[in-house]
């Protein structure tokens, strides 16, 4: 299983990006899907999960900025960031959990990591 994320830059404070990250490869089911970051000189933090079932989480710095969702379809999670502040500034990496058949138990996968830089 391959990801593909994209849509990181530069966006001065109080605006918006889109991030998208698509699974490709041998894949028989997709279950959770997820957004992490990781800031200079700081441990990698969770930013936010979605559920197969469409349950999300947020870590809390994020709520009410972030939407998470994904196109099952397309096996593609997207994290929309509103009202960005400098502090967001980091390498985001998305994660899948998913099952290349039925019978081989569901493992994480990672994708390369998008800069996102928040800055006047």
């Known amino acids: 299983v391959q990801l593909q994320a994209s849509g990181g830059g530069l966006v001065q404070p109080g605006g918006s990006l889109r991030l998208s990250c698509s699974a490709s490869?041998?894949?028989?089911?997709?279950?959770?899907m997820g957004w992490y970051r990781q800031a200079p000189g700081k441990e990698r933090e969770l930013v936010a999960t979605i559920s197969s079932g469409g349950i999300t989480n947020y870590v809390d710095s994020v709520k009410g900025r972030f939407t998470i969702s994904r196109d099952n379809a397309r096996n593609t999670v997207y994290l929309q960031m509103n009202s960005l502040k400098p502090e967001d500034t980091a390498v985001y990496y998305c994660?899948?959990?998913?099952?290349?058949?039925?019978?081989?138990?569901?493992?994480?996968?990672w994708g390369q990591g998008t800069q996102v830089t928040v800055s006047s």
């Open positions: 994660t899948v959990n998913a099952k290349t058949y039925k019978w081989v138990p569901g493992r994480d996968y």
């Open positions: 490869g041998t894949i028989s089911t997709v279950n959770t």
